[in-house]
């Protein structure tokens, strides 16, 4: 399996970016998808995770009501798209598969991860 993410650049502070995630290899459709970021000398962290159907979300408190993950089973591709961007959201962005139901927020339930897509902000 493999995972290519994309849509990351630069952007002004309030400004927008939607990232999208691509799997190759074995369909998407029965792992919970999840979006992580890292920021240099900070842990990789949780940003938004979905259900294999796409019924149910999670949200990190820092991007809930700004942030959206959706996934495209028959496109085998996942999306997260941020809206209102701030300077703290500026990170390595990290789409992941985990071969699992619910919500699984640590990294080390993910099986599958990108290469990661950088997100800067300007202020």
């Known amino acids: 399996v493999q995972l290519q993410a994309s849509g990351g650049g630069l952007v002004q502070a309030g400004g927008s970016l939607r990232l999208s995630c691509a799997v190759s290899?074995?369909?998407?459709?029965?792992?919970?998808m999840g979006w992580f970021r890292q920021a240099p000398g900070n842990e990789r962290r949780v940003v938004a995770v979905?259900?294999?159907?796409?019924?149910?979300?999670y949200y990190a408190d820092s991007v809930k009501g700004r942030f959206t993950i959706s996934r495209d089973n028959a496109k085998n591709t996942v999306y997260l798209q941020m809206n209102s961007l701030n300077p703290e959201d500026a990170a390595v962005y990290y789409c992941?598969?985990?071969?699992?139901?619910?919500?699984?927020?640590?990294?080390?339930?993910?099986?599958?991860w990108g290469q990661g897509t950088l997100v800067t902000v300007s202020s």
């Open positions: 992941a598969a985990a071969m699992t139901g619910g919500l699984p927020t640590a990294p080390n339930w993910y099986n599958y």
């Open positions: 979905i259900t294999w159907s796409g019924g149910s979300t």
């Open positions: 290899g074995r369909t998407v459709a029965y792992y919970a």
